[in-house]
């Protein structure tokens, strides 16, 4: 059977996807579109290029997270060097690095642009800061004169985990006709983490039908979890103080409420405490993790049923359009 997932964004702690994602390969189900914000672009990257979740854990075990937090030795000089490269690059470290691991992993499969992958099956959040709005990803790509068919999967993933003030933002140029760009002098568009506008986006896959059954493909949402006890921040300066506002602003949706109407098609996955920006998270924490997701998928999948999933959707969707039919009258 094939369902839609959609993987929220939570730093490093996303490799509790993974393990979610096997459980849904237990119970032989499929997934025909994906998306994710943040980290759970990554995975929904590597799911739409054809990884399975075992490759994936593979992949996450051997992930080089200090290697993307390497920068110029200039910008290390205590104090000095990372507050100018926030005011030079308005981030702490590049991102270069992660986007091009993952532009070889989508290459081992054959895939670098989104018109390598099946129309539509993957879709990725960002945050343009710049016109104040989210961007659905490769959808959206015409607005900024850009053909998404030749846009790499690995920059649109870079640009969905962009944590504000420790990656830099991802800047667009605006195409105009005929490939010509907007004059030099022209602002830039700049684009950063997803999770600052959406870090769920359950909303993408609404109503969506199989045409050769007429019946409804499910969506399931893969959310992460669980705050960080005991651990508050340690703020001794600027750069600690912006890392503790960000990472604060991004885990925040860990301890929102989940509304009723989305319980029913959302796994919860524990995050054991591991922070969004933890980039020296052990190989037993990412283990653990990992176990993690799959124990809170195979918990839900035991108990998930598509007659179940359907009489939900049809109730709550019938409250809502009541509900709005209300809002009108008055």
Same mark, same amino acid.
């Not at 990372?82 to 030079?88: E, F």
């Given at each position: 059977?094939?369902?839609?997932?959609?993987?929220?964004?939570? +730093?490093?702690?996303?490799?509790?996807?993974?393990?979610?994602?096997?459980?849904?390969?237990?119970?032989?189900?499929?997934? /025909?579109?994906?998306?994710?914000?943040?980290?759970?672009?990554?995975?929904?990257?590597?799911?739409?290029?054809?990884?399975?979740?075992?490759?994936?854990?593979?992949?996450?075990?051997?992930?080089?997270? /200090?290697?993307?937090?390497?920068?110029?030795?200039?910008?290390?000089?205590?104090?000095?060097?990372?507050?100018?490269?926030?005011?030079?690059?308005?981030?702490?470290?590049? +991102?270069?690095?992660?986007? &091009?691991?993952?532009?070889?992993?989508?290459?081992?499969?054959?895939?670098?642009?989104? +018109?390598?992958?099946?129309?539509?099956?993957?879709?990725?959040?960002?945050?343009?800061?710049?016109?104040?709005?989210?961007?659905?990803?490769?959808?959206?790509?015409?607005?900024?004169?850009?053909?998404?068919?030749?846009?790499?999967?690995?920059?649109?993933?870079?640009?969905?985990?962009?944590?504000?003030?420790?990656?830099?933002?991802?800047?667009?140029?605006?195409?105009?006709?005929?490939?010509?760009?907007?004059?030099?002098?022209?602002?830039?568009?700049?684009?950063?983490?997803?999770?600052?506008?959406?870090?769920?986006?359950?909303?993408?896959?609404?109503?969506?039908?199989?045409?050769?059954?007429?019946?409804?493909?499910?969506?399931?949402?893969? &959310?992460?979890?669980?705050?960080?006890?005991? &651990?508050?921040?340690?703020?001794?300066?600027?750069?600690?103080?912006?890392?503790?506002?960000?990472?604060?602003?991004?885990?925040?949706?860990?301890?929102?409420?989940?509304?009723?109407?989305?319980?029913?098609?959302?796994? /919860?996955?524990?995050?054991?405490?591991?922070?969004?920006?933890?980039?020296?998270?052990?190989?037993?924490?990412?283990?653990?993790?990992?176990?993690?997701?799959?124990?809170?998928?195979?918990?839900?999948?035991?108990?998930?049923?598509?007659? &179940?999933?359907?009489?939900?959707?049809?109730?709550?969707?019938?409250?809502?359009?009541?509900?709005?039919?209300?809002?009108?009258?008055?």
């Amino acid at each position: 059977m094939e369902i839609n997932a959609v993987f929220e964004g939570g +730093g490093v702690r996303g490799i509790a996807l993974a393990g979610a994602i096997r459980s849904a390969e237990l119970v032989n189900l499929s997934f /025909k579109r994906v998306a994710g914000t943040s980290s759970g672009a990554i995975v929904a990257s590597l799911v739409a290029a054809g990884y399975s979740a075992e490759e994936m854990r593979d992949i996450i075990l051997t992930m080089p997270f /200090k290697s993307f937090l390497k920068r110029a030795p200039i910008f290390n000089v205590k104090w000095i060097g990372p507050a100018i490269r926030l005011l030079l690059r308005k981030g702490l470290y590049s +991102g270069d690095a992660l986007e &091009q691991w993952l532009d070889g992993l989508l290459a081992k499969k054959g895939i670098r642009t989104f +018109g390598d992958v099946d129309h539509d099956r993957l879709r990725i959040i960002a945050s343009d800061i710049t016109n104040g709005r989210i961007v659905v990803l490769p959808q959206d790509l015409p607005q900024y004169g850009i053909d998404p068919k030749h846009f790499p999967i690995s920059k649109a993933v870079r640009m969905s985990t962009s944590i504000p003030y420790f990656f830099d933002p991802v800047m667009l140029r605006e195409q105009l006709k005929h490939g010509r760009k907007k004059p030099f002098r022209k602002p830039f568009t700049y684009i950063v983490d997803g999770g600052l506008l959406s870090n769920f986006p359950l909303w993408l896959f609404e109503e969506e039908t199989d045409p050769r059954t007429n019946r409804m493909i499910p969506t399931i949402g893969f &959310q992460l979890v669980g705050k960080q006890d005991g &651990q508050p921040h340690s703020i001794h300066g600027l750069i600690s103080m912006l890392q503790a506002m960000v990472e604060t602003m991004l885990s925040a949706h860990d301890e929102r409420y989940i509304e009723q109407k989305n319980r029913y098609r959302t796994i /919860k996955i524990p995050t054991l405490g591991v922070g969004v920006t933890e980039f020296e998270v052990s190989k037993e924490k990412s283990i653990e993790l990992y176990g993690s997701g799959l124990e809170a998928g195979t918990d839900f999948f035991d108990a998930w049923t598509y007659m &179940q999933y359907e009489k939900m959707f049809k109730q709550y969707a019938a409250a809502i359009c009541i509900s709005t039919k209300k809002g009108e009258d008055h």
